[in-house]
């Protein structure tokens, strides 16, 4: 019989804690213009859904969440976007580059920086290009952080 170091597997998108509850993730229409993954980040679109973020003056919605059959999404599909609140958590994609420990801040990229791309976390702020938060990292991987709010 042989036993697997780790079962543990994740998947950006995915909840960490908290259940996908009503209260906790609404649908909304994505209203990009190209594919977006689970795990980033989204702003409030002011006609209605999300969009991605492309400014710091942006309204963070939430998270996309990973759905089970699919973790990528068109535009104009329906995405579930999670509201982090005490005590939930989710995986978040981690920028190009960066590398996050258990207690960083969670730093939101609104502006796309060289492979940094936009609704990535970041460990530190990059002026003009990303939304401090009061999110924390609890969890971290190569690519992917479980971030939750204290």
Same mark, same amino acid.
Request: no cysteine; net charge neutral; proline share 2%.
């Given at each position: 019989?042989?036993?697997?170091?780790?079962?543990?597997?994740?998947?950006?998108?995915?909840?960490?804690?908290?259940?996908?509850?009503?209260?906790?993730?609404?649908?909304?229409?994505?209203?990009?213009?190209?594919?977006?993954?689970?795990?980033?980040?989204?702003?409030? /679109?002011?006609?209605?859904?999300?969009?991605?973020? @492309?400014?710091?003056?942006? &309204?963070?919605? *939430? %998270?996309? +969440?990973?759905?089970?059959?699919?973790?990528?999404?068109?535009?104009?599909?329906?995405? /579930?976007?999670?509201?982090?609140?005490?005590?939930? @958590?989710?995986?978040?994609? &981690?920028?190009? *580059? %960066?590398? +996050?420990?258990?207690?960083?801040?969670?730093?939101?990229?609104?502006?796309?920086?060289? /492979?940094?791309?936009?609704?990535?976390?970041?460990?530190?702020?990059?002026?003009?290009?990303?939304?401090?938060?009061?999110?924390?990292?609890?969890?971290?991987?190569?690519?992917?952080?479980?971030?939750?709010?204290?």
């Amino acid at each position: 019989m042989a036993y697997a170091n780790s079962t543990t597997r994740t998947f950006a998108g995915e909840v960490g804690k908290g259940g996908l509850a009503s209260a906790k993730t609404t649908s909304e229409q994505f209203k990009g213009k190209s594919p977006i993954q689970a795990g980033l980040f989204v702003a409030i /679109d002011a006609t209605g859904g999300v969009k991605p973020l @492309s400014a710091l003056t942006d &309204v963070i919605a *939430g %998270v996309i +969440v990973r759905s089970l059959i699919k973790d990528d999404f068109q535009p104009n599909d329906l995405v /579930d976007v999670m509201h982090i609140t005490q005590g939930d @958590s989710v995986w978040v994609t &981690v920028g190009k *580059g %960066v590398s +996050v420990v258990r207690g960083d801040k969670v730093y939101v990229r609104a502006v796309k920086n060289g /492979d940094k791309e936009v609704g990535t976390i970041d460990k530190a702020e990059d002026s003009g290009k990303t939304i401090a938060t009061d999110f924390v990292v609890i969890n971290a991987t190569e690519h992917l952080a479980e971030i939750t709010r204290l």
